[in-house]
């Protein structure tokens, strides 16, 4: 069984990446989100950067969430996605490669000026385009931000995914990624 923290955390996860809050994460929560961030980025629906982040958005749908389609109706339910922490799948799905794999790519849909470093303003944009406030972005990267610099890199950004994901310790910082989750 999942400790409460992590039903809780992977609970708001879930809600984090239902942009179209139909209740299920589908591979349309995630063209919608790259739309949303193509439109804030001010790129054309047909230019090389509204392709690419497109593209890197309908891969992590492809690679994380499709595979906890169990019943294959081409979307993750909130039980299904419980599940997988829930059984042995948990091994396959929250080890460190998929994890490092995960937040590797979510941290190349937020940096993208490709710098290797995300600011405030690139974690108010990533939430605005998820639907969220872009108040508790700033929450949240203040929180993540634990030297100040106003800069987070991509090991220390899959760190925080890692603690997500993988530890059931109430207040490490990785836990306030999608905001506060209680
Ligand atoms: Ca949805
Ligand atoms: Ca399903
Ligand atoms: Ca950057």
Redesign the pocket.
Known sequence: MASETMTKKLTKHFYFQDLDQDGFVEQSDWEQCARNLAEIRGWPPDSPEYEAILAKHIQIWTTFWQPA?????G???LD?YLRLADNQRAEEFFSLDVIAGLFGAIFDTIDLDGDGQITDQDYRRFFKAWGGEEALAEEAFARLDLNGDGRLSRSIFIQFGSNFFLSDEPNVPGNGLFGPYE
């Not at 389609?69 to 109706?73: H, K, L, R, S, T």
């Open positions: 389609d169990e019943n294959e109706d979307k993750v339910s299904e």
